[in-house]
C-alpha cells in the first residue's frame, strides 16, 4: 500500500520542538522524505497501522495535525511530481 503521510506539528515551544523531531523520527522508519514535513511509505496496512499508533502517542491532538493518503497500489498513476528535488521511486530498493 502506498500511503503519504503529512504532519503539521506546533513548535512554538519546546516541547513541540521535541514532538516534531520524535514524529519526523518515525515516519524517516517507514518511509521517505519527500518534503520537509510530507514523507511517502510503501507498506502493508499492518504497518502503516503501527505507525499510525506510533505518531498518534507523540502527538498533541489539541496543537498538531496529522494527514494520512492512502494512494493504494497505483500511485504511479496518482503522483505527479514537477520542479527541483529528485523523485525517488520508494517501491525500489535504496542504495546510498
Known sequence: MFVLITYDVNTEDAAGRKRLRRVAKQCV???VRVQ???F???AEPAKILELK???MKEMDPKKDSL???YLGSQSK???EHLGAKE???VEEPLIF
Open 87 to 89: 523523485t525517488i521511486n
Open 36 to 38: 520537509n514535513s510530507v
Open 67 to 69: 494527514r494520512f493518503y
Open 40 to 42: 511517502e511509505c510503501v
Open 53 to 55: 499508533s506510533k505518531l
Open 29 to 31: 522508519n517507514y518511509g
Open 77 to 79: 498513476t496518482k503522483v
